[in-house]
Nanobody, 124 residues
Framework: QVQLVESGGGLAQAGGSLRLSCAAS????????MGWFRQAPGKEREFVAR????????DYTNSVKGRFTISRDNAKNTLYLQMNNLKPEDTAVYYC?????????????????WGQGTQVTVSS
């Protein structure tokens, strides 16, 4: 099991930026594919971005392509999500998650370990 703790959420204006971090502990972080998901009030949890265990492969949901960047530092056991040009529709609780594969898919049900979430609120 991997323990995950997100940080970096907060309030931003439309067009602004935030950087989320996810600190991992427990199992060997570099063996796990990682993902970011988000959940807005009254909506299903949705995929945002994923990255392979080694960091070479990334993937994004269409609505964040060109604005968000997922990355990881395996030496620091940390996952990141750089969010630029934020929009009000990005408002949600953001979760990092670990999958016991080298590169997970976009289904949140495939991810075994989750952080507690961090709130991102974007004002117009």
């Amino acid at each position: 099991q991997v323990q995950l703790v997100e940080s970096g959420g907060g309030l931003a204006q439309a067009g602004g930026s935030l950087r989320l971090s996810c600190a991992a502990s427990g199992r060997t972080f570099s063996n796990y594919g990682m993902g970011w998901f988000r959940q807005a009030p009254g909506k299903e949890r949705e995929f945002v971005a994923r990255i392979s265990a080694g960091g070479s492969f990334t993937d994004y949901t269409n609505s964040v392509k060109g604005r968000f960047t997922i990355s990881r530092d395996n030496a620091k056991n940390t996952l990141y999500l750089q969010m630029n040009n934020l929009k009000p529709e990005d408002t949600a609780v953001y979760y990092c998650a670990a999958v016991r594969q080298r590169f997970g898919n976009t289904l949140y049900t495939d991810y075994a370990d989750w952080g507690q979430g961090t709130q991102v609120t974007v004002s117009s």
